[in-house]
């Protein structure tokens, strides 16, 4: 404990300041010596001891870390693909190819295909004469008529169509009575006529030229002699021709021939070298 005592002693009449003194009494507490501070020498020291100490167990650690076994990082296990899956992976791809390797292969063949073939020039057209057949006159349309009876006051030769080029079906006699249905304009036998007639026959249609028949039966015509009267014996026929070729195409008689007004004479015949 430090205590403090004031000294001093006044004199009488004047004041005096006495300071006072301390005094370092003994204590229960023992005092702590202080710790001697190093000096900067020592500091310098115990940084290169620690600096040599740092090297020193660096280059071991090196040494140990050379001759011991080097880890091998553990690479974290993948996903093996299915063997199957990529089998048809590959088939898949290797199809593709062949594919394309066909297709190149076919288009090339086709454009070698498509080449043009040399081949050799024709021969030279050998001309051949054709024969040019008739032409067949076209009819005109037929006109129908009552059904009339016609007789053959010639040998009437019936037709498969109103012109001689056409094929003959048949001939009828003097006599023979037909029915026609129908007139037509076809070919002028006479170079003036040309007027034929439809007929039915076998159930087919023929024509007959109109100059070959007549409407009424023929009858016997007897030759012209002394005192004859034609007039009485000859049968008019119904239409008269206009001059002695369509009454000799028509096949007119002598006497129906002068009967239509052809005697320039007067002798009862007409046109047949009269």
């Known amino acids: 404990m430090i205590v403090a005592l004031l000294l001093g002693c006044a004199s009488p009449g004047s004041a005096t300041l006495q300071m006072p003194t301390l005094m370092m009494l003994p204590s229960d507490t023992p005092t702590a010596v202080p710790t001697p501070t190093p000096t900067i020498n020592f500091l310098l020291t115990a ?39 990529t089998e048809f992976a590959l088939l898949a791809a290797t199809n593709r190819a062949a594919q394309a390797t066909i297709s190149a292969l076919a288009e090339r063949m086709d454009q070698t295909n ?19 057949e008739t032409p067949t006159p076209t009819p005109d349309p037929v006109i ?5 009876i016609l007789f053959a006051r010639l040998p009437a030769d019936l037709y498969r169509c109103p012109a001689r080029v056409c094929d003959r079906v048949t001939r009828l006699d003097i006599g023979t009575p ?15 006529n040309a007027l034929w007639y439809r007929l039915n026959y076998n159930g ?13 039966p023929p009858t016997a015509i007897p030759l012209p002699g ?30 129906q021939a002068a009967l239509c007004g052809l005697d320039r004479d007067g002798d009862g015949v007409a046109c047949y070298g009269d």
């Open 47 to 85: 940084e290169f001891h620690l600096t040599s100490t740092a090297h020193a167990e660096l280059e071991h650690l090196e040494t140990q870390t050379a001759s011991a076994p080097t880890a091998t990082a553990t690479q974290p296990p993948t996903d093996t693909p299915d063997a199957m899956l």
């Open 114 to 132: 498509s080449a043009p073939t040399p081949t050799e020039p024709p021969d030279a057209p050998v001309l051949t004469p054709t024969v040019t």
């Open 144 to 148: 129908t008529m009552p059904m009339t």
């Open 178 to 192: 037909m029915i026609a249905d129908g007139m037509i304009q076809g070919e002028a036998v006479d170079g003036v």
């Open 204 to 216: 087919s249609p023929v024509y007959v030229y109109s100059s070959s028949v007549t409407a009424q």
């Open 226 to 255: 002394a005192g004859f009267e034609s007039t009485q014996e000859v049968q008019m026929p119904p239409v008269c021709p206009r001059n002695c070729r369509e009454a000799v195409a028509w096949g007119l008689s002598a006497q």
